[in-house]
């Protein structure tokens, strides 16, 4: 038996799903962004992901095309997984902009460099259209050396923001008391034969010897009236 996906709202954590579980749960679980996922649940989705993904880029032709409609269709089920399972390490939502803030702004300095080579190619065109192009990338100094570091910080800040996401979503689980709980039995059933045993063994060794379920007592009484 399989743990349900969502219980009242939120989305329930299976800490002992497969390969193929985990991928239903990260497409079913698309808009899901309240609730928990296991780190064994976010990872194994993760692993189906990126070398789908890199799969789907190195596609001939229309690599660039499909790799884009693939991140846009993906892009708000990694949100949502990724929100659960901070929520799974008691961490919020919010933290998930801790581990993409540097990808966010290595992307920035991408779109400044694309720029900054438009505008080089420009000048070669419009200025010095007879003349060979003489780019110094090797000075830091020039504006194609600037544009050159401004690549190279961009290559930190996302293999640096890569590092912080690994170490969030590898955070061990916290699940709260009822979580816990139920997590820690295969099925309902198991928990319900526990309940039925306790109650069995309370109503047998505690309850049976209260003195108002003592039914001697209603004998005393008895023979008191007559």
Not at 11 to 27: E, L, M, Q, S
Not at 103 to 110: D, E, F, K, N, Q
Request: charged letters at 15%; hydrophobic letters at 50%; one cysteine or more.
């Amino acid at each position: 038996m399989r743990f349900p996906y969502s219980g009242n709202g939120t989305w329930t954590p299976d800490y002992h799903c497969g390969f193929i579980d985990a991928v239903k749960r990260f497409f079913i679980g698309y808009m899901e962004f309240r609730g928990r996922s296991s780190r064994r649940e976010f990872w194994l989705a993760m692993l189906f992901f990126i070398p789908v993904s890199v799969l789907i880029f190195l596609i001939p032709a229309a690599g660039t095309v499909s790799g884009i409609l693939w991140m846009l269709a993906t892009m708000v089920p990694i949100m949502a997984i990724s929100f659960r399972r901070l929520h799974d390490a008691n961490r919020t939502g919010w933290w998930f902009l801790l581990g993409h803030v540097g990808t966010i702004l290595a992307l920035a300095m991408l779109v400044i460099i694309a720029f900054g080579l438009v505008i080089i190619e420009i000048g070669m065109i419009m200025v010095i259209p007879h003349e060979p192009p003489k780019l110094d990338f090797h000075n830091p100094n020039s504006f194609p050396g600037m544009l050159l570091t401004l690549f190279y910080v961009s290559l930190g800040m996302a293999g640096i923001s890569l590092i912080i996401q690994a170490f969030l979503y590898s955070l061990p689980s916290k699940p709260g008391r009822r979580t816990r709980v139920v997590g820690g039995f295969p099925d309902g059933n198991s928990a319900l034969m526990l309940v039925c045993a306790r109650i069995r063994y309370v109503t047998a060794n505690e309850w049976s010897t209260r003195r108002y379920l003592d039914m001697s007592r209603l004998d005393d009484n008895l023979v008191e009236a007559n």
